[in-house]
């Protein structure tokens, strides 16, 4: 029974054996084809970008390229180029990159690896095209620790013994203004302050000044499109100066004398203060007469010229005299005749009635020429004057 029993205990090893080494084979298997997938699948479509930096310490092949921190890309390729450094890279297609980019090496920390900044972020617009390239003018390093130092140092040996301070002028220069400025810090903190302030009240006002700048242009533009008539003015008022200049002489004596009648017009004005008075009453109290006889004064004038016209036509050299041709006949009806005069200075036609009923009630004796005729024994025509 032992034997058979060990001969049974063999079998189901050998056959666990054989089992594992095909498990084995298929993990091979797998791992060939995993392997020979990765290998021959194809590339995501990728974009290259070229950039000139002036130095690249801290970036090599393999560095990340991203936009805000995020790795889309990575360096592809650097290459010094006489005074600038040439650094190839390449980044997703997908990913929108601006058409006016700028490309920075961004150094997170001392230790960490620097990596290309894509900045800024694409928002809308033209992207940058496939195998671009940014000039130096587009890209940008940080400032190294050593030359931070380096600077320092040039700045003290400039400062120093061999330099500024050679013959002392930096010492002197340091002493005197701590002489002035000995006891002035309350004074020095106070122009400070007011300094501030005052850099405050213009940023406060900047669109005024900007405003008045943008006038004092549109000004400066205006005379500039009518330069010609500028010119022209200029020498009109030179050609006036001149003039001026030449009678400066009789410009002074009309001056003295002016300053002459004025000392006499004081005196006079003020010795004669009351009639002075009295006259700018009257004046006034005329004023205001013409005023209000404005419309009878307007018809005066209007009709003056007419009145002096018939004057002139009426005026007979030979005798001297005025002839003139009066009809007496509208005299035999002194109600009709007065109220004509009334109605023509404007009075109410109840006024023209009223007074011919009084008329129509007197006696009133016939007057010559009227319908009885004119006495034989008397010269109507006044010895000619009448025709």
Same mark, same amino acid.
């Given at each position: 029974? $032992?034997?058979?029993?060990?001969? %049974? ?5 050998? *056959?666990? #054996? ?14 060939? /084809?995993?392997?020979? @997938? ?21 970036? !090599? +092949?393999?560095?990340?390229?991203? +936009? ?9 390729? /650097? ?41 800024? #972020? !694409?928002?809308?617009?033209? +992207?940058?095209?496939? =195998? ?15 030359? /931070? ?18 013959? =002392? ?22 122009? +400070? ?18 405003? %008045? ?47 002459? *009648? ?13 009639? #002075? ?11 205001? @007469? ?12 209007? $009709?003056?010229? &007419? ?6 036509? @009426? !005026? ?20 009709? !005749? ?12 109840? &006024? ?30 006044? =010895?000619? /004057?009448?025709?």
């Amino acid at each position: 029974m $032992t034997p058979h029993l060990t001969l %049974t205990s063999g079998s189901a090893v050998l *056959a666990r #054996v054989a089992r594992g080494t095909r498990v084995l084979a298929l993990l091979v298997a797998l791992s060939v /084809i995993a392997t020979t @997938t990765y290998a021959l699948w194809p590339d995501p479509p990728r974009k290259t970008l070229v950039a000139s930096f002036p130095r690249t310490i801290g970036l !090599y +092949v393999g560095s990340d390229v991203r +936009v805000l921190g995020v790795p889309i890309g990575r360096v592809d390729r /650097i290459t010094p180029q006489g005074t600038s450094v040439r650094v190839e890279m390449s980044y997703d297609a997908e990913q929108k990159v601006p058409a006016g980019a700028k490309a920075v090496v961004a150094a997170p920390s001392i230790v960490a690896d620097r990596y290309v900044q894509l900045t800024p #972020v !694409y928002t809308s617009g033209p +992207v940058l095209a496939d =195998g671009a390239e940014l000039t130096l003018e587009r890209t940008a390093v940080p400032v190294e620790l050593d030359r /931070i130092y380096e600077s320092l140092d040039d700045l003290a040996v400039a400062l120093g013994p061999h330099g500024a301070n050679q013959d =002392g002028a930096l010492s002197r220069l340091l002493r005197t203004g701590a002489d002035n400025l000995d006891g002035q810090g309350g004074r020095l903190h106070d122009t +400070v302050g007011e300094l501030a302030d005052a850099s405050e009240t213009l940023a406060g006002g900047r669109e005024d000044l900007f405003a %008045t700048v943008r006038q004092l242009q549109a000004f400066t533009s205006t005379l500039a499109a009518s330069d010609a008539q500028v010119r022209e003015f200029n020498t009109d008022l030179a050609s006036v100066a001149d003039q001026l200049a030449g009678e400066r002489a009789d410009l002074q004596k009309a001056l003295d004398n002016l300053a002459v *009648a004025l000392t006499d017009i004081s005196s006079f004005v003020r010795d004669n203060r009351e009639e #002075v008075r009295a006259n700018v009453d009257g004046l006034t109290e005329l004023s205001k @007469t013409l005023v209000k006889q404005q419309d009878a004064l307007r018809e005066v004038l209007d $009709t003056a010229p &007419v009145a002096l016209a018939n004057l002139d036509r @009426t !005026y007979n050299p030979r005798t001297g005299t005025l002839d003139t041709r009066d009809n007496f006949a509208q005299l035999d009806d002194p109600g009709l !005749y007065l109220c004509s005069l009334l109605l023509q200075a404007g009075q109410p036609q109840s &006024v023209c009635d009223e007074l011919r009923q009084v008329l129509d009630d007197l006696p009133l004796p016939q007057l010559p020429g009227g319908p009885a005729g004119a006495s034989p024994s008397r010269d109507l025509t006044l =010895g000619g /004057i009448l025709r």
